[in-house]
């Protein structure tokens, strides 16, 4: 392809998504998680192959555009963005990490995404803006929220490093004023972000303090005003021994709900004991209540009986009881 002339390149190159490779193990881990996905990578590669490309790059990669971004988003623990002006030529190529296009749909965002990030960890995804434009943390949310329909877009940066994000954020915003370049024709974006990998802690405070300047600068970026939604996503690298600690984990914690069911049946077999208990106290006493009833029914019976057979005999004529004496 190198051999083309510039007016010769093809403005990109469309993979299909369980087709792509990259060159470090943590893209190709999300490619490869992602590869049931029923879509296609549209633009792997966009090359330059115009003065219009050139122009339409013109404002964010202007010194005065990049050196704002850099100004309103310093962070220490963030690489800052270049602040000089690039000099791009007819030929040049961008590397698009994941601009997919869905085959079929509709299709929500967080199915897509269910095997790349764990949907209930709200520390691992950051939404900086919902389908509305506004700042918001409830991203798990905005992903289930977010559909595309057949033929509509997602465009994400990958980044082994949470000190890369804002250089992610940058290209975002590099293709993303590059839209009408890079589609023949209108074409939806429902989505963008960064998936980051590396140390966590450093991730959630980073998009954190990206998440503060967001809600008041963002506009000074070109995708803060776009409306699209913008995710900063944590996905661990998962290798053999990731997957054994997790499984390790599921086990540990299953054990633990196992012990806690075990506990709450024993506490529930404790007070059926209890209830038994009672039962065969209440059952003694309402026992011994009767036995006494009967012997004093049994006694005054018996004594019925005495009297009733003392008036009998005495009724009977010629008969006469002993000290019986006639008058």
């Known amino acids: 392809m190198s051999n083309l002339e510039p007016h010769e390149l093809p403005h990109w190159e469309e993979v299909q998504l369980n087709l792509v490779s990259a060159r470090d193990y943590f893209a190709n881990q999300l490619y490869s998680q992602l590869a049931h996905v ?3 990578m549209m ?7 115009d003065s219009n490309d050139i122009a339409a790059l013109q404002h964010v990669n202007s010194t005065e555009y990049r050196t704002n971004l850099r100004k ?6 963030l690489s800052g963005i270049d602040q000089k002006q690039k000099q791009y030529s007819k030929g040049h190529y961008f ?3 994941l601009y997919v296009k869905v085959r079929d749909g509709p299709v929500h965002l967080d199915s897509i995404f269910n095997r790349v990030v764990d949907l209930n960890d ?7 803006s919902n389908e509305d434009g506004q700042a918001t943390t409830s991203a798990a949310e905005c992903l289930s929220d977010i559909r595309l329909e057949r033929g509509e877009c997602f465009h994400f940066e990958i980044t082994e490093s949470p000190s890369c994000i804002l250089e992610k954020m940058y290209q975002l915003d590099r293709a993303y004023a590059l839209r009408n370049r890079i589609h023949k024709t209108n074409v939806v974006i429902k989505a963008m972000g960064v998936f980051v990998n590396g140390n966590k802690e450093i991730f959630k405070r980073n998009s954190v303090n990206i998440l503060a300047r967001w809600r008041e600068d963002k506009e000074v970026m070109l995708i ?9 996503i944590y996905t661990p690298c998962r290798n053999v021994f990731t997957s054994l600690d997790q499984v390790q984990t599921s086990l540990s914690h299953l054990e633990g709900k196992v012990e806690e069911r075990l506990g709450k049946v024993e506490e529930r077999f404790g007070k059926v004991e209890e209830r038994l208990g009672k039962v065969e106290e209440r059952f003694g006493k309402a026992q011994e209540s009767n036995n006494s009833r009967f012997d004093e029914v049994q006694k005054t019976l018996w004594g019925f009986i005495a009297i009733s057979m003392a ?11 002993t000290g019986q004496h006639g008058v």
């Open 122 to 128: 709200s520390e691992s995804i950051v939404c900086l």
């Open 72 to 77: 309103r988003f310093s962070i220490h623990s």
């Open 43 to 49: 633009c792997r590669r966009f090359f330059l192959r």
């Open 95 to 97: 590397e698009l990490d």
């Open 311 to 321: 008036f009998y005999v005495s009724s009977i004529s010629g008969f006469k009881l």
């Open 224 to 232: 803060g005003k776009s409306g699209v939604p913008i995710f900063l």
């Open 38 to 40: 029923p879509a296609t």
